[in-house]
């Protein structure tokens, strides 16, 4: 069995280099292309071309054994999404839905509207009559742009270098001086010489978050003097890309799959069966030594754990976070910085020794991969922030109220861990305050 993956998206690219079982889809060519590149393992995935409406979704489904929907296209792609909810719904095929991150951004002269239909009548207010203008909003709406007085003058498109969308644009009337057909992300160097090139004084763009280039195309903007028209993200809930990937591991290991079994067959460490939670072993770690490796802010977040716990933590990273320089005088006597590059080999023999405790927080997947190994032959519990079937413990998320502490863990869903930890905290003061008082239940 297999996973469908809605993907043509950077979200879509990582979950297809997770390993899973998957027919990958796509709307273009282009996006088949961008897939197939080096470093994509789309050699292990099937990939589909083409767009789907929802009846089309539900045969697809339903004649290929898919055993589930991950949903990892692009924001505004809202039709696509509701195509699929349906299509899982007729069939009865799990669905989730990986949402992108939204972005911190400085909305100095950025003005946030609805729609395009909303962008191109600001576009003929008098004040931006005469304005030239880059649209940067993808082809699929660019329809009601030509309703802007002067439009094959003023405005400016940018697209994807697919002949199909290029045929698109000309038959709406933009001409070849009009097109820029690149495929983005875009640096803020290349947002500047592209509206520096146009002379556009106003910009309309898509919150693409920063996977898709927004931070780039605001400090090109604000850095030119141009206005931004910037079309809002709907709103949505679902799970990281990290999460995606391990749902679809359950979900195959419950309908019998293979996914998440190592290269040599040895079933994955950690990891619970689908419903069965995990058991919440409580141990003293005060004092035992405790290795972190990497210095992000997922290692920051853990370092914070095991100090409120009593380790003795020592973290190696090349670079830190700069909250770490305020932990390490909080924490002078447990907490110990070395930047430094960690080596696989560097754990081989007795370079594990007196260590109580791993975590592995990188960002680079083959050493995660290789210290975690070693850890778990020499016995020692580790924790792999990027792949939970190779923990062998799992982080929880900690409510404490001195030595009374509740921990909660969702199966490897850090943010669902994180909102129910903090809706925790909100409360949990006041009923350890109630239960050492004798509450109702005691009395």
């Given at each position: 069995?297999?996973?469908?993956?809605?993907?043509?998206?950077?979200?879509?690219?990582?979950?297809?280099?997770?390993?899973?079982?998957?027919?990958?889809?796509?709307?273009?060519?282009?996006?088949?292309?961008?897939?197939?590149?080096?470093?994509?393992?789309?050699s292990i995935a099937e990939i589909r071309v083409g767009r789907m409406d929802a009846k089309n979704m539900e045969l697809f489904i339903m004649e290929n054994e898919i055993a589930g929907v991950i949903d990892a296209t692009h924001p505004h792609a809202a039709e696509v999404s509701e195509n699929a909810r349906?299509?899982?719904?007729?069939?009865?095929?799990?669905?989730?839905?990986?949402?992108?991150?939204?972005?911190?951004?400085?909305?100095?002269?950025?003005?946030?509207?609805?729609?395009?239909?909303?962008?191109?009548?600001?576009?003929?207010?008098?004040?931006?009559?005469?304005?030239?203008?880059?649209?940067?909003?993808?082809?699929?709406?660019?329809?009601?742009?030509?309703?802007?007085?002067?439009?094959?003058?003023?405005?400016?498109?940018?697209?994807?270098?697919?002949?199909?969308?290029?045929?698109?644009?000309?038959?709406?009337?933009?001409?070849?001086?009009?097109?820029?057909?690149?495929?983005?992300?875009?640096?803020?160097?290349?947002?500047?010489?592209?509206?520096?090139?146009?002379?556009?004084?106003?910009?309309?763009?898509?919150?693409?978050?920063?996977?898709?280039?927004?931070?780039?195309?605001?400090?090109?903007?604000?850095?030119?003097?141009?206005?931004?028209?910037?079309?809002?993200?709907?709103?949505?809930?679902?799970?990281?890309?990290?999460?995606?990937?391990?749902?679809?591991?359950?979900?195959?290991?419950?309908?019998?799959?293979?996914?998440?079994?190592?290269?040599?067959?040895?079933?994955?460490?950690g990891v619970s069966p689908r419903g069965v939670p995990l058991f919440p072993f409580f141990v003293s770690i005060a004092d035992r030594n405790v290795l972190v490796v990497g210095g992000g802010s997922v290692a920051l977040r853990r370092v914070r754990t095991l100090l409120t716990c009593g380790a003795r933590?020592?973290?190696?990273?090349?670079?830190?976070?700069?909250?770490?320089?305020?932990?390490?005088?909080?924490?002078?006597?447990?907490?110990?910085?070395?930047?430094?590059?960690?080596?696989?080999?560097?754990?081989?023999?007795?370079?594990?020794?007196?260590?109580?405790?791993?975590?592995?927080?990188?960002?680079?997947?083959?050493?995660?991969?290789?210290?975690?190994?070693?850890?778990?032959?020499?016995?020692?519990?580790?924790?792999?922030?990027?792949?939970?079937?190779?923990?062998?413990?799992?982080?929880?998320?900690?409510?404490?109220?001195?030595?009374?502490?509740?921990?909660?863990?969702?199966?490897?869903?850090?943010?669902?861990?994180?909102?129910?930890?903090?809706?925790?905290?909100?409360?949990?003061?006041?009923?350890?305050?109630?239960?050492?008082?004798?509450?109702?239940?005691?009395?």
């Amino acid at each position: 069995m297999k996973i469908l993956l809605l993907g043509g998206t950077t979200e879509g690219r990582e979950i297809l280099a997770s390993g899973l079982p998957l027919v990958y889809s796509v709307a273009t060519e282009y996006g088949a292309e961008l897939a197939g590149r080096p470093g994509a393992f789309a050699s292990i995935a099937e990939i589909r071309v083409g767009r789907m409406d929802a009846k089309n979704m539900e045969l697809f489904i339903m004649e290929n054994e898919i055993a589930g929907v991950i949903d990892a296209t692009h924001p505004h792609a809202a039709e696509v999404s509701e195509n699929a909810r349906r299509a899982c719904e007729r069939t009865f095929a799990p669905y989730v839905r990986v949402v992108r991150e939204f972005a911190q951004i400085d909305l100095t002269g950025v003005t946030v509207i609805g729609s395009c239909g909303e962008a191109a009548k600001l576009l003929n207010e008098p004040a931006r009559l005469e304005m030239k203008a880059l649209l940067a909003v993808g082809s699929k709406e660019l329809a009601c742009f030509t309703g802007v007085d002067d439009y094959r003058k003023r405005l400016f498109v940018r697209v994807l270098p697919v002949a199909e969308v290029i045929r698109s644009c000309e038959k709406m009337g933009f001409d070849a001086g009009q097109l820029i057909a690149m495929q983005g992300p875009f640096s803020k160097a290349m947002n500047e010489a592209t509206l520096e090139m146009t002379g556009a004084r106003v910009l309309v763009t898509k919150d693409s978050g920063a996977a898709g280039g927004l931070g780039e195309k605001l400090g090109a903007a604000r850095e030119r003097g141009v206005e931004v028209l910037l079309i809002r993200r709907p709103e949505e809930t679902g799970m990281t890309v990290t999460e995606a990937v391990e749902w679809g591991r359950r979900l195959l290991r419950d309908a019998g799959g293979t996914a998440g079994a190592s290269s040599k067959g040895v079933p994955p460490r950690g990891v619970s069966p689908r419903g069965v939670p995990l058991f919440p072993f409580f141990v003293s770690i005060a004092d035992r030594n405790v290795l972190v490796v990497g210095g992000g802010s997922v290692a920051l977040r853990r370092v914070r754990t095991l100090l409120t716990c009593g380790a003795r933590v020592t973290v190696v990273s090349p670079e830190f976070h700069k909250d770490f320089g305020a932990l390490s005088q909080a924490y002078k006597e447990n907490l110990r910085l070395i930047e430094s590059r960690c080596k696989i080999q560097d754990f081989d023999g007795d370079g594990v020794l007196g260590i109580s405790m791993i975590v592995l927080a990188t960002d680079d997947r083959k050493l995660n991969g290789g210290i975690g190994e070693r850890a778990r032959k020499a016995g020692i519990p580790v924790s792999v922030a990027d792949a939970s079937e190779e923990c062998t413990f799992f982080f929880p998320s900690l409510v404490t109220e001195g030595e009374i502490v509740a921990a909660v863990s969702a199966g490897g869903r850090p943010s669902l861990n994180r909102r129910l930890a903090h809706r925790l905290r909100g409360v949990w003061r006041s009923w350890v305050e109630e239960a050492e008082r004798g509450g109702p239940e005691d009395s």
